[in-house]
């Protein structure tokens, strides 16, 4: 299993554990299936389980322009090539580091990360480029010499047509395709080297002995080129040096990879700027509870969608397979928008706005378009679900974001939309699909990948979305002052439900039926999609808390999150119709979550935390890598069968935490706070989420008269509430690095919260960084003993110097200070 680190203990770590810079997923170098996946706006670099780099993407060009590429060490004397042992991985959210040991003593780190930065304004857009970097250092008692060469492969999977050269200014080799022009890209390095070539000759990478002096010419006169650089290496005892290769591309023409090169900074400063971005977002919407892998869900679910996020030559958006597929879906963008609202909502607005963009005249939005060119499809169905789920998606951007100008450009096409689902209902008031086909042509929801197999006519999942839609369509109208659209699209959305509610619901066993078929038979079908009625609000509460148990029976349910469809169905197989009849689809179990959270929030922490876990569990034998979201298990043996890096799991992650776990409740008129605390969790916290051009924060513990919320916001909530001016948790300190520390302040009064997330009990001591008053009645409250107990008076320096909290597993402190 991977270990969660500090390994940086030199760094300010005294935040506490919301300040995750210092930590990374440590493991050692044989226990990886495959290399992270790590993107930036206009790039990928996928990483091969050796460390080295798989291949380098362009989302401009939806091709490799580069395939793999290593790095081979040969003794200049002996001319053996030099082993290594003792190595370790470090995944971090923005990078991959390797570190291991030179039989010559040479200690060795490698860095492999795209380039992200988005300029002072963050507004910018950074130039495709990914840094491989290295960093040698002489631990032996001697002299070192040796030579490093890089060889990469100049192709990719593009055409078989490739054309290179040596550029001098660019200080490296650019290469493109014959027929295909402006698809060239740059393979340099950032130091001086001692020699070039390009040739056919693979020997070289796989030699026992030093391939010697390179060319210095182009000689592959095959369609497979290999690049090489040489650079010789010589240290003296304790001499480090960095050698940093750069790959830099461009879709349009050698004239802008020029411009894109002189955009590269050196490594170090690539790296810091690529860090601070990540950086700059992980710091918002911060969950914690009593649960390790929880936070580790939260944190890297953000880390995630940062990496998938793109700027293609039509916008922002993301697609649904990054490195293999320029399709970006619209269900998925929709989803992909209730996790961005919390994190970035500028690309969540802006990827919505396409398929408003390129909506259909008749108001159906479109399945999926390309985004290196706008060309969309729908599959010929009169229904499907994007739809309605890109309203949904623009309702929940505005109760989020409180952006009124994007939702008033948005109203007219949401209501063509909503007008578009109405005139596709039934004599029975359901929206209605006239396929007969299958698979994409026939299958009107999220499952629509599934061969000879077909959900039309009235599907349970689809009706569910279009009530929510009419609820959203509604409100809008109410906001903007259309008040006779918004009684309208009210009684339309009640009518919806109560037509689902009276002709999908299966008296039979109190559920759902999957569908009323095209073909008139009722679907009988109990599947994980039982969960949208409950979802979208359709299902009365009783049938709604009994779905949630039949989903956690058994048979549905693996160490690793929920199954498809339940073991013991005649249809299961757990690889059938690519998992989704009978696989674990690892997004499921976060829609899952979302919906227990209300009616059981022990399901939810279960599904939360065990998910997620998996990723790191065993990630040689489960083909995953550890804090990256896998697309969907095989059924029995939990082994990742799908994409390494899923688009679509982080963001229902991030979206259940705070919706579902946290409690922020956005959907109604006005937004509440009621977190969902498992019956083991004594405490939660949320800060830093922007809400409606704020940051707000809220804690919610478990005090022995009942749960309490804390918050710097003025949401309400269905227990006891106390308000507080603002975050001061920059001026308050922890000894735990392991501690979650949250601190506000109303007036002079202040309050600090440090939970515990571990298995034993800790001590630690809490400081202000300032302090205004000489004197502060201070009092203390521990889940050790679980009462306030008074500290009495304090001076000034006692608070610099800390309280001192002793704080059980899984527990919690609070600290009150009042000045005197």
């Known amino acids: ?165 040596f550029d001098r200014a660019l200080g490296g080799i650019v290469a493109w395709n014959r027929n295909t022009p402006s698809q060239v890209r740059l393979f340099a390095a950032l130091c001086s080297f001692d020699g070039w070539e390009t040739s056919d000759d693979r020997g070289k990478v796989v030699a026992r002995t030093s391939p010697g002096a390179l060319a210095g010419a182009v000689t592959a006169v095959g369609p497979e080129p290999v690049a090489a650089l040489h650079i010789a290496i010589d240290l003296q005892p304790g001499e480090d040096r960095r050698v940093d290769f750069l790959y830099v591309l461009s879709a349009t ?175 029975q008031g359901l929206v209605w699909c006239t396929s007969t086909k299958t698979s994409d042509w026939g299958i009107i929801g999220w499952r629509n990948v599934i061969q000879n197999y077909r959900i039309s006519g ?45 002709h999908l619901a299966n008296p039979a066993n109190g559920l759902y039926y999957l569908a009323i078929d095209v073909d008139g038979s009722r679907r009988t079908d109990v599947t994980a999609d039982l969960v949208f009625p409950v ?25 690793a999150g929920i199954r498809t469809v339940p073991r013991d169905d005649l249809i299961y197989g757990p690889t059938n119709g690519y998992g989704l009849l009978g696989g674990v689809w690892v997004a499921v179990t976060y829609w899952y979550a979302f919906a227990a959270a209300k009616y059981n929030p022990a399901f939810m922490a279960k599904a939360l935390a065990s998910s997620f876990r998996h990723f790191s569990m065993d990630p040689r034998r489960n083909n995953t890598v550890p804090g990256q979201f896998s697309e969907w298990l095989h059924g029995e043996i939990l082994v990742n069968q799908g994409m390494m890096l899923s688009p679509w799991d982080a963001p229902r992650y991030l979206w259940a935490a705070i919706e579902g776990a946290a409690g922020l409740d956005v959907r109604g008129k006005d937004a509440t706070i009621n977190p969902s605390l498992a019956a083991d969790w004594r405490w ?71 939970g515990n997330s571990g298995h034993q009990t800790v001590t630690t001591s809490a400081s202000l960084v ?3 008053h000489d004197r502060h009645s201070v009092r203390l409250f521990s889940t050790v003993w679980n009462e306030w107990r008074d500290l009495g008076t304090l001076a000034k320096q006692t608070l610099l110097d800390g309280i001192v909290a002793v704080i059980d597993a899984g527990g919690f402190a609070l600290i009150e200070i009042t000045p005197r």
Not at 37 to 66: H, N, Q, W
Not at 143 to 160: I, K, P
Not at 310 to 320: D, I, L, S, V
Not at 715 to 731: E, F, Q
């Open 684 to 754: 939660l916290t949320a800060t830093n989420v922007p809400f409606r051009g704020n940051a707000i924060a809220w804690i919610a513990t478990r005090m022995p008269d009942g749960i309490c919320v804390h918050t710097t916001s003025d949401l309400l909530s269905d227990v006891p509430r106390i308000p507080y001016a603002g975050d001061v948790t920059d001026n308050v300190r922890v000894t735990d690095p392991l501690a979650t520390l949250v601190a506000f302040a109303d007036g002079d009064r202040t309050m600090v919260f440090i």
């Open 535 to 559: 979802l979208f609000g359709v299902a009365p509460p009783e049938r709604a808390a009994r779905i949630i148990g039949a989903l956690n029976d058994a048979a549905f349910w693996t160490d």
């Open 458 to 502: 009235a599907s349970t999942e689809v009706n569910s979305e279009c009530y929510a839609a009419l609820k959203a369509l509604s409100e809008m109208a109410r906001l903007l002052g259309d008040d006779a659209a918004a009684t309208k699209y009210e009684s339309s959305g009640n009518a919806l439900r109560d037509a689902i509610n009276t």
């Open 1 to 165: 299993m991977a270990r969660y680190e500090m390994i940086n203990p030199s760094a300010d770590v005294s935040l506490g554990a919301a300040d995750n810079a210092s930590f990374a997923y440590v493991l050692d170098d044989d226990q990886m299936a495959q290399g992270s996946t790590l993107g930036a706006a206009r790039c990928y670099v996928m990483i091969r389980p050796t460390g080295a780099i798989e291949k380098v993407y362009s989302s401009d060009a939806g091709y490799d322009l580069f395939g793999a590429t290593c790095v081979r060490l040969w003794d200049r004397r002996s001319k053996i090539r030099l082993a290594s042992r003792r190595g370790e991985f470090h995944i971090h959210p923005e990078r991959q580091d390797h570190l291991y040991e030179l039989d010559n003593g040479v200690r060795v780190h490698e860095q492999v990360f795209p380039y992200n930065h988005d300029g002072a304004d963050g507004t910018g857009v950074p130039v495709p480029a990914v840094y491989y970097r290295y960093h040698f250092t002489n631990s032996s008692p001697s002299r070192a010499s040796f030579d490093a060469y890089c060889f990469c492969e100049l192709r990719g999977n593009t055409s078989h047509d490739v054309v290179a050269d």
């Open 253 to 427: 023409s050698r004239d802008d990879l020029v411009a894109a090169r002189a955009a590269c900074p050196n490594g170090e400063t690539a790296l810091a700027r690529s860090s601070a971005y990540y950086r700059k977002y992980l710091c918002k919407s911060i969950v914690r509870t009593p649960d390790h892998d929880v936070n580790q869900g939260v944190l890297w679910a953000k880390a995630n969608m940062l990496r998938v996020q793109t700027y293609a030559p039509t916008g922002w958006c993301f697609t649904n397979d990054p490195t293999r597929s320029s399709n970006s879906v619209g269900r998925d963008t929709a989803w992909m928008s209730f996790g961005a609202d919390y994190l970035n909502p500028e690309f969540a607005r802006e990827s919505l706005s396409a398929y408003f963009r390129l909506q259909e005249p008749s108001g159906k939005i479109v399945e999926y378009y390309d985004i290196r060119n706008d060309k969309s499809e729908d599959y010929g169905l009169n229904v499907n679900d994007n739809t309605p789920l890109v309203v949904i998606a623009l309702w929940h951007h505005y109760a989020v974001t409180g952006n009124e100008d994007f939702l008033r450009a948005c109203y007219p096409r949401a209501v063509r939309a909503v007008e578009y689902l109405l005139s596709q209902r039934n004599e």
């Open 770 to 772: 300032t302090v205004a």
